[in-house]
């Protein structure tokens, strides 16, 4: 059974730019959610989509906004990169729960 | 203070030690308790959940949770250096119903030495 993907692996991007990850989730699964990891900060729940519904949000700004698709894959945009955005960004779906999340191997965004 | 304490480390053992790996935290709501490792430069790996209080043990694993106390353990028994990694504790107060969110703490960086 292939695990939850995430693509791509490394972004490099500058200032001001912006940037779109995407998720594909475990098959079957219908939530995912995305996480923001940073040494400083471990790792911050951004949002999580059911159905292709926003069910929950965490503590960023607007600029972090997020969308689901009727196969259940995700995207993530962030809007306007800052310097602070440089963080993994982790996705991670679930069938029961999000006690049982399973994580992808993260995508590393470098904003320069 | 943050909602979930884990003490970062770093935790190192010789080979084949008992590790002991804990978490406070301050919410009551809290059900669901996960562990997770994490490898360097890789997603975490979910390792093992339980719900509400009570031990559960998978192979050379074992949680605890007390929640009269706010208080989880992950053990690992006959540690090996494949075990080195990032053990990150996670904590949800609604599990079933997929609107939770996960809770981390800022995980323990262990070294299991040959």
């Known amino acids: 059974k292939a695990g939850v993907t995430q693509t791509p692996r490394y972004l490099i991007k500058t200032r001001g730019q912006q940037v779109t990850l995407s998720c594909s989730p475990i098959?079957?699964?219908?939530?995912v959610s995305w996480y923001q990891q940073t040494p400083g900060q471990g790792l911050q729940f951004l949002f999580e989509?059911?159905?292709?519904?926003?069910?929950n949000k965490g503590n960023f700004p607007g600029r972090f906004s997020g969308r689901q698709f009727s196969n259940s894959r995700s995207e993530m945009n962030v809007s306007t990169l800052e310097l602070g955005d440089s963080a993994l960004y982790l996705c991670a779906s679930s069938f029961r729960g999000v006690a049982e999340a399973f994580f992808g191997q993260g995508t590393r965004l470098t904003v320069v | 203070q943050k909602e979930v304490e884990q003490d970062p480390g770093p935790l190192s053992v010789p080979e084949g030690a008992i590790v002991s790996l804990n978490c406070t935290y301050s919410?009551?709501?809290?059900?669901?308790f996960m562990w997770y490792r994490q490898y360097s430069r890789k997603g975490p790996e979910l390792l093992m959940y339980?719900?509400?209080?009570g031990n559960k043990e998978d192979g050379r694993f074992t949680a605890q949770v007390d929640k009269s106390s706010k208080y989880i353990s992950l053990f690992i028994r006959d540690s090996q250096p494949s075990d080195s990694a990032t053990y990150l504790c996670a904590m949800s107060s609604d599990g079933s119903s997929n609107t939770g969110k996960l809770i981390f703490g800022q995980g323990t960086t262990l070294q299991v030495k040959p």
């Open positions: 339980t719900y509400s209080s």
């Open positions: 989509y059911f159905s292709e519904t926003q069910r």
């Open positions: 919410n009551s709501a809290f059900q669901y």
């Open positions: 098959s079957g699964h219908r939530s």
